[in-house]
């Protein structure tokens, strides 16, 4: 089909309502508004639902209750309030429901402000919400990947009966880039009945499904936090997904970086080149599981003196690619917050001090 | 190639649907285009920017410092954004409400009192499709046929107002010419 000018927001909401989803709940804060004005319009027109929550918290067990009856149910928020959803992610990821959550990252801590961040990333990737669990979380770079990702994260949710999120910064909400909604994505449901509490009836079972997150006998809770991390294993495996720009033999500096960060670096990347500095760039699709042994290999290349992280965050992306590194390298962070995006412009300026440092 | 244009105003002026109106057209046009408004504080006070970027090539960094082209609706942004548009680049002026120029020398400026011209044919409010309409008529950022299947389909909900902007789209273009 022909593509579409869409702002980020819409186009996600939209790409929801393609991949099947019907039931989206919502507690408006900037800069992701817009999706929920859109499904207040649209769900109605496909027979779906729209609640707004008296809160996030609220919303967090919607999406719980939701879940639990085996139906396709997103939310999206941001910043302060993925932090109040946190609590509800921790259980619904505890009671193994599938469902997506979808962050347009403000810049924090506290209220901080309205404008473009990337500062979720530990909350995103590490867990915000206590207790041994992971989110699969997929990290967009245009709107284009958001509608896509969106689609895809129904069933990868269903794969592995987890929260996913989709981890966007403020300008992936806002900018308006063409979309093209593909029809050949797998977005087919998986079968719930195993596990869902759908109604007897319904199922035409005669097995009740239970859904729990009390586990009070020591070796129960402990087998149940075995089968969880055989899940996120699983997902290490299977679900690592990256993406390589100019990374070849003769690249003297890695950068790593994702989302809108990273296309700030491609345009660094193109212009250094034109100078005779050759970069390259991992950019993390998932952020968890992260693409470890990508960075790896692309920090081993020959002639490799640095790596840098490149982030809208106090140094956050920088933990997991040292982690990554594992000490081949040096690696180094720069980054900016508040709403500031770092120029095409510093980040040269960043990676020719590096370079020349390293020499 | 690449091109970048600034689209700076007041709020009603209508700036952020000439830079999807702009946007359309690039997307017409086949090539990659990005639109950004401004959302942050500086929009709490009424002002409105957008940019929109266009190129044969995946664009890059949406966040342009020195963009090749300027539209300036108003004069608090002539004064802004005047100073960072690239040598060579077009810098539009709403003449109608901007008594100064941009004070370059390296650029092309187009005055033009849109106002009027709007007045003239018969809605205020098509204002600012005379000033994008003049804008690509003297940049050359996308084909002018291009801008009019844009119009179109950006209005295709309130098809009554298309012809009204279609005649706006030939004045802009005739007053650009004629400076």
Redesign the interface.
């Given at each position: 089909m022909a593509?579409v000018?869409m702002k980020g927001n819409e186009a996600i909401a939209e790409a929801a309502v393609r991949a099947g989803c019907r039931n989206y709940f919502a507690y408006p804060i900037?800069?992701q508004s817009e999706v929920a004005e859109y499904l207040s319009r649209r769900l109605p027109e496909v027979g779906g639902v729209f609640l707004q929550g008296e809160s996030e918290v609220a919303v967090s067990y919607m999406i719980f209750g939701a879940a639990a009856t085996g139906e396709r149910v997103f939310t999206t928020s941001s910043s302060p309030g993925i932090s109040l959803m946190s609590e509800g992610i921790s259980y619904i990821a505890a009671a193994e429901l599938p469902c997506v959550f979808v962050n347009i990252m403000r810049g924090g801590p506290g209220l901080g402000?309205?404008?473009p961040s990337q500062a979720d990333y530990f909350q995103a990737v590490k867990g915000g919400g206590h207790g041994d669990y992971r989110l699969l979380v997929l990290a967009p770079a245009?709107v284009q990947e958001a509608v896509e990702m969106m689609m895809e994260a129904f069933p990868l949710a269903e794969k592995y009966r987890n929260p996913v999120m989709i981890l966007g910064d403020?300008?992936i909400g806002?900018?308006?880039?063409?979309v093209e909604f593909r029809d050949d994505l797998n977005t087919e449901p998986a079968p719930a009945d195993d596990w869902a509490t759908s109604g007897m009836d319904r199922r035409g079972r005669d097995r009740r499904n239970l859904i729990r997150t009390l586990y009070l006998v020591p070796s129960e809770l402990n087998a149940h936090n075995l089968k969880l991390k055989a899940k996120y294993d699983r997902m290490r495996r299977e679900e690592v997904r990256w993406e390589n720009y100019a990374v070849d033999p003769s690249i003297r500096l890695l950068l790593v970086s994702y989302g809108?960060m990273s296309?700030?670096c491609?345009?660094?990347i193109?212009r250094l080149r034109e100078e005779g500095l050759a970069v390259g760039m991992v950019r993390p699709k998932t952020l968890f599981p992260f693409p470890r042994e990508a960075v790896l290999a692309a920090a081993r290349q020959g002639e490799v003196r640095a790596v840098l992280s490149v982030e809208m965050s106090m140094g956050q992306l920088v933990e997991d690619v040292e982690w990554s590194v594992r000490g081949v390298r040096p690696v180094f962070w720069f980054g900016k917050c508040g709403?500031e995006?770092p120029?095409?412009?510093e980040v040269m300026a960043e990676a020719r001090r590096i370079l020349r440092e390293s020499e | 190639m690449q091109r970048e244009v600034q689209f700076a105003g007041f709020g009603g002026q209508g700036v952020m649907l000439m830079g999807q109106i702009l946007a359309q057209a690039a997307m017409i046009e086949g090539y990659e285009v990005v639109w950004i408004p401004s959302y942050g504080p500086e929009m709490r006070g009424g002002t409105a920017y957008c940019t929109v970027v266009l190129g044969d090539r995946p664009i890059g960094s949406p966040i342009i410092r020195n963009p090749q082209h300027l539209v300036a609706m108003n004069r608090p942004s002539l004064e802004k954004f005047a100073p960072t548009v690239r040598p060579g680049g077009v810098i539009f002026v709403n003449a109608s409400i901007i008594p100064v120029g941009s004070g370059r020398t390296d650029v092309d400026e187009l005055r033009v009192p849109i106002v009027e011209l709007a007045r003239d044919l018969g809605n205020v409010k098509a204002a600012n499709i005379i000033a994008l309409a003049a804008f690509v008529a003297r940049s050359r950022v996308v084909r002018f046929e291009a801008l009019e299947q844009a119009v179109r389909d950006k209005f295709a909900a309130k098809a009554k107002l298309i012809p009204l902007n279609l005649q706006a789209l030939e004045v802009g273009r005739n007053a650009a010419a004629g400076t």
């Open positions: 593509k000018l900037t800069p402000g309205i404008l245009s403020g300008l806002q900018m308006m880039e063409p809108t296309r700030v491609r345009t660094a193109d709403g995006v120029t095409p412009e | -």
